[in-house]
């Protein structure tokens, strides 16, 4: 945290077994601690708070964070190299969301959700994304749509190295950028806040399989090239399906 001049820099989460791997006290500060996430990688960022909550957002996608569990904010805090008030803030702003709540005393729980919960998102989200989609179609030129290949593209490099993390950030900026031609910008920050809502790992769910998260990219790929091509019939079809399928 960012105090009288001084920098805190975060350490987001990287997979087990890399050098970055450090031992963390099973108990700080007398709060309780449950198994924490892997240990970290040095990035840089000019917000502390900013960049603890993408790192735990990040955890929570990926699965660190498992859902049902206590994680205390002195021990996720060492893990990331700060101090646990950045750390409290931003699981604060975790539970205004719906993805964790507060346990006093203790820290904070990820929440458990069920395929129900999934499902309703989904239709929600196919509520809101797809008529204007379908409307996007018939008004945005090609080479509005062509500005978007490097997002789709970006998907397709997440997907193949099976990174759930970077795939959901990635897929989340692009279905933003589309919806962000609608010039609402009401519509965008909903469609976000259920787009990201329902990339929260389910109650004892696997993790995605990197063939799901290629087969989801590929839609977008796919989408694009119809898009560009004014090809109404198969922009509807792939915009159903996509949201049809949404599970990731």
């Known amino acids: ?3 009288g001049g001084a920098r805190e820099s975060v350490r987001p ?3 087990a077994g890399t050098p970055q791997d450090v031992r963390v ?6 709060e309780h601690t449950h198994s924490e996430p892997p240990a970290p990688r040095v990035v840089q960022r000019h917000s502390v708070r900013g960049q603890v909550l993408d790192a735990l957002r990040a955890a929570l996608v990926g699965g660190e964070l498992a859902p049902g569990e206590v994680y205390s904010a002195p021990a996720l805090g060492a893990r990331l190299g700060v101090s646990a008030t950045p750390v409290r803030e931003a699981m604060q702003q975790l539970a205004v969301e719906g993805a964790v709540e507060v346990v006093p005393n203790r820290g904070f729980r ?3 959700r069920g395929p129900r919960e999934l499902a309703e998102l989904a239709e929600v989200r196919a509520l809101i994304e797809v008529p204007v989609m379908l409307r ?5 030129p090609a080479s509005g749509w062509c500005a978007l290949r490097p997002l789709a593209d970006a998907t397709v490099a997440a997907a193949a190295v099976g990174d759930r993390a ?3 950030e ?3 900026a692009f279905h933003g950028a589309v919806l962000a031609l609608s010039g609402n910008q009401q519509l965008v920050a909903v469609a976000d806040d259920l787009h990201r809502r329902s990339q929260w790992p389910l109650v004892n769910s696997p993790a995605g399989r990197r063939a799901d998260l290629l087969a989801d990219a590929s839609e977008h790929t796919a989408l694009l090239d119809a898009l560009i091509a004014r090809d109404l019939t198969v922009v509807q079809s792939l915009v159903r399906e996509h949201f049809n399928g949404a599970d990731v």
């Open 110 to 112: 990820v929440s458990e």
């Open 25 to 30: 006290p099973e108990q700080a500060r007398g």
């Open 136 to 140: 996007l179609a018939r008004a945005v």
């Open 1 to 3: 945290m960012e105090q």
């Open 13 to 15: 989460y990287a997979s």
């Open 170 to 172: 990635s897929d989340r």
């Open 166 to 168: 970077a795939y959901a």
